[in-house]
């Protein structure tokens, strides 16, 4: 699977060579877990291989987080990351992948 998606990340970045396969996949592995998390889900179907291969270059050839926070007193300043931010920006394409009935641990109730 990670080559599949390390191949499709080349294409979109236009490199021919190996030298950035060490940093692509970790890219990859880090959407795919956070994929994972958000859709609720135990594996990446090969739907979404394209749209992880989009984020990891869209993560690997952007900037820094933004500023999530700001506080003044004491000065506090908070950023979010950028595969977050780049994350969030692809929620809606996540959503038909999304498995509802499952639970996170944060999300059951004891009683």
Do not use: H, W
Not at 20 to 49: G, H, T, W
Not at 70 to 77: H, N, P
């Amino acid at each position: 699977m990670i080559e599949e998606i390390l191949s499709g990340v080349k294409v979109i970045l236009d490199i021919d060579d190996t030298s950035k396969d060490d940093i692509l996949s970790f890219y990859i592995d880090d959407i795919e877990n956070a994929v994972l998390a958000y859709c609720r889900i135990e594996f990446v179907p090969k739907q979404l291989y394209g749209l992880i291969a989009q984020i990891a270059a869209e993560i690997y050839t952007g900037s820094d987080g933004r500023v999530a926070s700001l506080t003044e007193g004491d000065r506090k300043v908070e950023f979010e990351s950028r595969s977050q931010i780049v994350l969030n920006a692809y929620k809606e394409r996540l959503k038909p992948f999304r498995n509802t009935a499952g639970r996170v641990p944060s999300e059951v109730v004891r009683l």
